[in-house]
Every structure is written in structure tokens, then in C-alpha cells.
């Protein structure tokens, strides 16, 4: 099951649990691909992309990232969330309620000097096509704008991974095609590694290059498109 692709500059995972949810998965993403991890419902695609995190830990498990050991179950090791390079775009977009969409952002920028984050947050707002709604805050926008803050919010991480958790399915088709268009153009300016999370095979057929078929926790195909 594992994919062709630099090591250096890529993700490399290799994990196995048997309970609560069976998960059996080994997959290499390279920082010019797209991998979608596609699958029925309860078939482990969430916990995958949240043991990638850090979020969840394995029983056995071995997670690198450009040669920087995440996870390591064998000697213990396992670096926390916060300290992973990662970009994480949720479901639900987990947004501040209370922050506008140039301080969700700014939250992300704790590395940047705090008299230059505004500018930074609201250049990455410009890169999704939102400079225009800044001072809104989340109720105030539509799920595709949530969703374009949530994005803006993962890459001003300087990720070396962004990870996609479902991150169209509460938006219409036509918005659908807008946002696929958008993390295209995203993408070629940002080359890290992508996993997509997704129950929509037109979600696979548009953006990935790579795709892990997972079942019943175990990884059944893997092939490029």
C-alpha cells in the first residue's frame, strides 16, 4: 500500500490498532500529491487523519513528516499536537465564534512578531478570496467563506502537512466547485503534502493524485489517478 514519493518532503505513516476501531495503515504522501483517504462511513478515516495529528494514539504506530519522527510508538515517543507542523481544516471548521476571520487567522501566526500578524492574516484571507470580509465574524458568513477562514487559518501555520477533514460536506454543489478551484490555485503556491478525508468520490475525481481506498480499518487499495 505504500506510494511513491520523496521522504524528505513528504508524510510517511505507518499505524495498527485493533480496538475501539480497527485501523491497519501504512501510506506515503509526497509534497506535490493529494491523497484522499475515501471510504464508507466508520471506516477509520477520521481517526487516521487524527492519529496523523497527534490528536489520537495508536497502539502501534510510526508517523514522520519531512524526516521529523511524530510518532513513535516503539520508543515512546510522540510529540503533541501543538508542536506538529500541520495545518487541520475540520468538518465544522472549529472557527472562533467571537474572533473575526482576520483574527481566527492571526490566532494561527503565534510565531509571527504581533505587530506584523494583521497584515500577515489578512494577506492569507487574500489568497482565499476573502480580504473583502476580514472584520466579519463566523456567524456572519456563509459555510464556503467559514470554510475559506478555516483553510486561510491551517496554511498560516506554515504547515508541513494540511490535513482535510471532510471540508465540503456542508456546502452546496456550486460552492463545491468554487472552493475545489481555490485549494488548486492554494496548492501551487503551498507544495506540502495534502490528505483529504472524503465520503464524495467527486471530491477524489477533482483534487487528489493519489487515493487510499480504507475499509472496515484496513487500507484496501492505493494507486495515483
Same mark, same amino acid.
Given at each position: 500500500?505504500?506510494?511513491?514519493?520523496?521522504?524528505?518532503?513528504?508524510?510517511?505513516?505507518?499505524?495498527?490498532?485493533?480496538?475501539?476501531?480497527?485501523?491497519?495503515?501504512?501510506?506515503?504522501?509526497?509534497?506535490?500529491?493529494?491523497?484522499?483517504?475515501?471510504?464508507?462511513?466508520?471506516?477509520?478515516?477520521?481517526?487516521?487523519?487524527?492519529?496523523?495529528?497527534?490528536?489520537?494514539?495508536?497502539?502501534?504506530?510510526?508517523?514522520?513528516?519531512?524526516?521529523?519522527?511524530?510518532?513513535?510508538?516503539?520508543?515512546?515517543?510522540?510529540?503533541?499536537?501543538?508542536?506538529?507542523?500541520?495545518?487541520?481544516?475540520?468538518?465544522?471548521?472549529?472557527?472562533?465564534?467571537?474572533?473575526?476571520?482576520?483574527?481566527?487567522?492571526?490566532?494561527?501566526?503565534?510565531?509571527?512578531?504581533?505587530?506584523?500578524?494583521?497584515?500577515?492574516?489578512?494577506?492569507?484571507?487574500?489568497?482565499?478570496?476573502?480580504?473583502?470580509?476580514?472584520?466579519?465574524?463566523?456567524?456572519?458568513?456563509?459555510?464556503?467563506?467559514?470554510?475559506?477562514?478555516?483553510?486561510? %487559518? @491551517?496554511?498560516? /501555520?506554515? =504547515?508541513? +502537512? $494540511?490535513?482535510?477533514?471532510?471540508?465540503?460536506?456542508?456546502?452546496?454543489? #456550486? *460552492?463545491?466547485?468554487?472552493?475545489?478551484?481555490?485549494?488548486?490555485?492554494? %496548492? @501551487?503556491?503551498? /507544495?506540502? =503534502?495534502? +490528505? $483529504?478525508?472524503?465520503?464524495?468520490?467527486?471530491?477524489?475525481?477533482?483534487? #487528489? *493524485?493519489?487515493?487510499?481506498?480504507?475499509?472496515?480499518?484496513?487500507?484496501?487499495? @492505493?494507486?495515483?489517478?
Amino acid at each position: 500500500m505504500k506510494m511513491h514519493g520523496n521522504s524528505t518532503t513528504g508524510l510517511d505513516v505507518d499505524i495498527a490498532q485493533d480496538a475501539p476501531t480497527p485501523l491497519h495503515v501504512t501510506l506515503r504522501c509526497a509534497s506535490d500529491q493529494v491523497l484522499a483517504i475515501f471510504g464508507p462511513s466508520g471506516s477509520g478515516k477520521t481517526t487516521l487523519l487524527r492519529s496523523i495529528a497527534g490528536l489520537h494514539r495508536l497502539d502501534r504506530a510510526r508517523i514522520a513528516c519531512r524526516n521529523e519522527v511524530w510518532t513513535d510508538s516503539s520508543t515512546g515517543r510522540h510529540v503533541p499536537t501543538h508542536r506538529r507542523r500541520i495545518g487541520f481544516v475540520f468538518q465544522d471548521y472549529a472557527l472562533f465564534p467571537h474572533l473575526t476571520a482576520r483574527g481566527n487567522v492571526a490566532a494561527a501566526l503565534g510565531d509571527t512578531p504581533a505587530g506584523r500578524r494583521t497584515a500577515a492574516a489578512e494577506r492569507w484571507l487574500e489568497a482565499v478570496h476573502l480580504s473583502g470580509l476580514a472584520g466579519r465574524r463566523p456567524a456572519e458568513l456563509s459555510g464556503g467563506q467559514r470554510q475559506r477562514v478555516a483553510l486561510a %487559518r @491551517a496554511l498560516a /501555520r506554515d =504547515p508541513h +502537512v $494540511l490535513l482535510l477533514d471532510e471540508p465540503f460536506a456542508a456546502i452546496d454543489r #456550486a *460552492t463545491r466547485r468554487r472552493l475545489h478551484q481555490e485549494l488548486d490555485d492554494v %496548492r @501551487a503556491r503551498v /507544495r506540502i =503534502p495534502v +490528505v $483529504l478525508v472524503t465520503h464524495d468520490f467527486q471530491d477524489v475525481v477533482r483534487l #487528489a *493524485t493519489h487515493v487510499l481506498l480504507l475499509k472496515e480499518g484496513r487500507g484496501t487499495a @492505493a494507486a495515483p489517478i
